[in-house]
């Protein structure tokens, strides 16, 4: 049987009550009822839950029990146990009423399983003296659900949370939210809903709810606030100087969400992917800018370094500046030329077989030069890296007669090129000369050569010869022989009679008894003589 305490006084430091105005449960005609404050309860999971209730008993009767049950009445030959009884309620339910009227109960730390319809049973002393207040009260038991318009959400834009539970909750509640189980003081309101205006990367994170005076929170609900890559942050490593054959790490950060996708470029060619760029042994060549591209679905952004190389002089040349031969006297400018970073900080002049330097500088001159400069020459470049070596080159110094014997040896060259030139001319000459002998020949030896002291062993090739351009007319113009042109027996007209026999000697000597004399003055004579000694032999 319950115990009746007075514990009214006790009631306002509940953290919760539901307090239900009564509805009446009555049979009229004998005096017995029960009211109850509602009809249903939607109470929070966990709260504490009063049923505040009155009952009446015909006179006559002695109160000899009263208590709680949920048993369904509409059942026949139900026995309605005592909750209290129970060992699911006997640590949670109370009776807080009297035995005269007052019915109220109060439960706390409601469960799921505590969703039933409750009654108030009284029995009397009397055999028919007992009543049920059929019918009873709902209770529903809930929980907080949070629900959200949208859990991906661009930065900027808006959201909205609304904490909803199964039933209307009976009382007037305050909700309050969490943010990460951090209470948002001040974002408290009557209404179940928060609204997240023009959403920031700072506002991702697991949201909840709860009604203000219970323990009791809401699922969690994850806010994942999306946006574009920020500009990236590009980190060197080592930070200092980079040698030639170091290995270096480029790493790249950029906040972005969802997670940007990180690639490398240099200039603008794709070395790489992924935040890390590691560049081992590393060369001269690698130098130059790198540029970072982060990139996801809302955007891309791109940040740059330049990565500076160190490396000892490379390619390190000597050459002479100018051209031609070095005479004794002259001036003469050696220079060095190299490719390093950072640049050449020093030149140095090295004469070979030499222990000591000859000079420094990037040129090195030598005035008023002699033989005993002659030699091999190198250089080396030196800068904070390291430092290397030219090949030798030759600096030949020529004597001042050299001049001389130049200007001789050239001239010797032209007079061998003029001789080699006439000899050719007079070979050519010579040459044409046998060719038209050979063309006479072919004629059939048509003519032999005339000698007054062969002319006995000559054929009898001539039949006649005849003092050609003579004319007898001259003589009776009144002209002598004396006086005729001295030209006019220069030529002989000659036939050739390849077809006669070989005649004697004395018809040879007759063979020339055709030819008429003529016998010129002196002077004449001597200009035919001459003549006569330039044809003596006829081609």
Not at 21 to 39: E, K, P, T
Not at 222 to 228: D, E, G, K, L, S
Not at 438 to 445: H, S
Request: a negative charge; proline letters at 4%; hydrophobic letters at 30%.
């Amino acid at each position: 049987m319950l115990e009746f305490r007075h514990i009214r006084s006790r009631m306002a430091l509940l953290p919760l009550i539901f307090l239900l105005m009564i509805q009446g449960v009555y049979s009229a005609d004998d005096g017995w009822g029960v009211n109850y404050s509602s009809s249903s309860i939607c109470a929070l999971k966990g709260s504490t839950v009063i049923i505040n209730c009155t009952y009446e008993y015909p006179t006559g009767h002695q109160i000899m029990k009263v208590f709680w049950t949920n048993t369904d009445v509409r059942q026949p030959n139900n026995d309605f146990p005592d909750l209290s009884e129970d060992s699911e309620y006997s640590q949670r339910i109370q009776y807080l009423g009297v035995k005269h009227h007052d019915c109220t109960m109060r439960l706390t730390d409601v469960r799921q399983t505590d969703s039933h319809e409750y009654y108030f049973r009284l029995t009397t002393y009397k055999p028919d003296g007992k009543w049920i207040g059929a019918p009873g009260v709902t209770l529903n038991i809930t929980d907080l659900q949070l629900e959200s318009s949208g859990e991906r959400v661009i930065e900027g834009h808006s959201v909205t949370l609304t904490c909803k539970s199964r039933c209307s909750l009976t009382d007037r509640s305050t909700f309050i939210w969490f943010k990460n189980t951090q209470s948002l003081s001040e974002r408290t309101d009557r209404n179940n809903q928060l609204i997240l205006q023009s959403v920031r990367r700072e506002d991702t994170g697991n949201y909840s709810c709860a009604v203000q005076g219970h323990n009791l929170t809401s699922t969690h609900q994850y806010i994942n606030v999306i946006y574009a890559p920020d500009k990236p942050v590009i980190s060197v490593n080592p930070s200092g100087e980079i040698k030639e054959g170091d290995s270096v790490n480029l790493t790249c950060s950029s906040d972005a969400n969802p997670p940007a996708e990180i690639s490398w470029f240099k200039g603008e060619t794709s070395v790489a992917s992924g935040q890390t760029y590691i560049i081992s042994k590393i060369r001269s060549d690698h130098s130059g800018e790198y540029k970072c591209k982060s990139i996801n679905e809302l955007g891309h952004k791109y940040s740059a370094v330049t990565l500076n190389v160190s490396y000892p002089p490379k390619k390190v040349t000597a050459s002479i500046i100018g051209s031609g031969e070095i005479m004794e006297g002259d001036s003469v400018t050696l220079t060095c030329s190299s490719e390093s970073n950072p640049p050449v900080h020093n030149y140095t002049w090295f004469k070979v077989n030499k222990t000591s330097s000859v000079g420094s500088g990037q040129t090195y001159s030598i005035t008023n030069i002699n033989s005993s400069h002659s030699g091999w020459f190198y250089c080396e470049a030196q800068n904070e890296v390291g430092s290397q070596r030219s090949v030798a080159v030759s600096v030949t110094v020529l004597h001042s007669y050299y001049n001389l014997l130049l200007g001789i040896t050239l001239g010797c060259g032209a007079l061998f090129i003029v001789i080699i030139i006439i000899i050719l001319f007079i070979m050519r000459k010579q040459k044409d000369a046998k060719t038209e002998d050979t063309v006479g020949n072919q004629q059939g030896d048509l003519y032999c050569n005339v000698h007054a002291s062969e002319s006995a062993h000559c054929e009898d090739h001539y039949s006649s010869v005849t003092p050609k351009g003579h004319r007898t007319d001259q003589t009776s113009a009144g002209k002598t022989p004396e006086s005729g042109d001295p030209e006019e027996i220069q030529y002989a007209s000659v036939h050739h009679h390849a077809t006669k026999e070989m005649k004697s000697s004395e018809e040879i000597d007759n063979t020339y008894d055709n030819i008429r004399n003529y016998k010129p003055d002196a002077a004449v004579r001597s200009n035919v003589e001459e003549t006569s000694v330039i044809y003596s032999s006829v081609k």
